[in-house]
């Protein structure tokens, strides 16, 4: 889950001799690095202490609605004529998933590869290496559920025509071009990107809606592989009858999900981690 508040800088002096602050100014201010990276790593040390039911019903809700993202492709995949620059239309509907998902603040596995990674790195433990396991665990499972059962529900019809369901097979189709070893070095920016993402939003402000789109529109025109998304593509296939569980699982998610990982949590986050690390005091961490 992405906090999509911005940090705002110190205020200026209210002393008689300093001339007053403008708002302009004030909305121009950026956060530096060592602001995001607290921002960032005091919302995954929030996850961390949620309840592990309050982060499976957040996942939960969080796969059934990213979704929306597969369901209004398939919408715009239906509608227009088969033209070269039909896919990069079509994309257009990628983003809205995890805009209802993040504008939202459900449990996504991708975003937390950040927010949780952060804590583990600033404070290495193994309360802290447990507690990310933990986080990692259940949201993945929840939000694989909540795939499967949005998969189920388009396969069967329960949701959408019967052109849509069609539109959405031919979509998701695409991923089983790819090897499980593609896949993995596929998903690997895609993990990376997300973690920007994350990284980005406490500066976007206003702007968080168009940073969301941008990121998540030019991950689907790019091709790169989302493990929560990829996972709903694979389960509709698997409830449709085109791949079988092995297939689903071991070749079209389980290559994702590692693959985003290594992307956001151990790319990333590290690197996030190392441009602030020696700017942090002896002993203070915030």
């Known amino acids: 889950m992405i906090r999509c508040s911005c940090v705002m800088a110190d205020q200026t002096s209210d002393s008689p001799s300093s001339s ?6 004030d909305d121009l201010k950026a956060a530096d690095a060592k602001d995001l990276h607290r921002t960032v790593r005091e919302e995954g040390e929030e996850e961390l202490r949620r309840p592990a039911m309050s982060l ?7 796969g059934i609605a990213i ?3 597969l369901i209004t ?3 715009l995949h239906a509608g ?16 809205i998933g995890f805009l209802v998902v993040i504008l939202g603040r459900m449990q996504l596995f991708t975003e937390s590869t950040i927010t949780a990674m952060l804590p583990l790195v600033t404070r290495p433990s193994r309360w802290a290496l447990a507690k990310t396991l933990r986080l990692w665990g259940i949201v993945l499972a929840a939000n694989l559920l909540g795939t499967a059962l949005a998969g189920l529900a388009i396969a069967t019809g329960a949701i959408g025509s019967a052109e849509i369901r069609e539109a959405a097979l031919t979509i998701s189709t695409g991923i089983t071009e790819l090897s499980a070893g593609r896949t993995f070095v596929n998903a690997i920016p895609a993990g990376f990107m997300i973690a920007i993402l994350a990284w980005a939003l406490p500066n976007a402000r206003s702007q968080s809606v168009l ?10 025109i790019a091709g790169f592989s989302h493990s929560i998304v990829g996972s709903d593509e694979a389960f509709l296939l698997l409830f449709a009858g085109r791949t079988d569980v092995w297939q689903t699982l071991v ?26 690390r020696g700017e942090m005091p002896q002993g203070d961490d915030s």
């Open 80 to 95: 227009l004529p088969d033209t070269p620059w039909r896919e990069l239309v079509v994309g257009l509907g990628y983003p």
């Open 211 to 220: 940073v969301i789109f941008a990121f998540t529109y030019i991950l689907t």
């Open 67 to 69: 979704s929306v993202s």
């Open 251 to 276: 070749e079209l998610i389980a290559p994702a999900v590692l693959g985003n990982l290594v992307g956001g949590a151990g790319i990333f986050a590290l690197l996030a981690h190392a441009q602030v």
């Open 56 to 62: 499976f019903w957040s996942g939960l809700a969080a």
């Open 73 to 75: 492709e398939a919408a």
């Open 20 to 25: 007053p602050p403008t708002g302009d100014d």
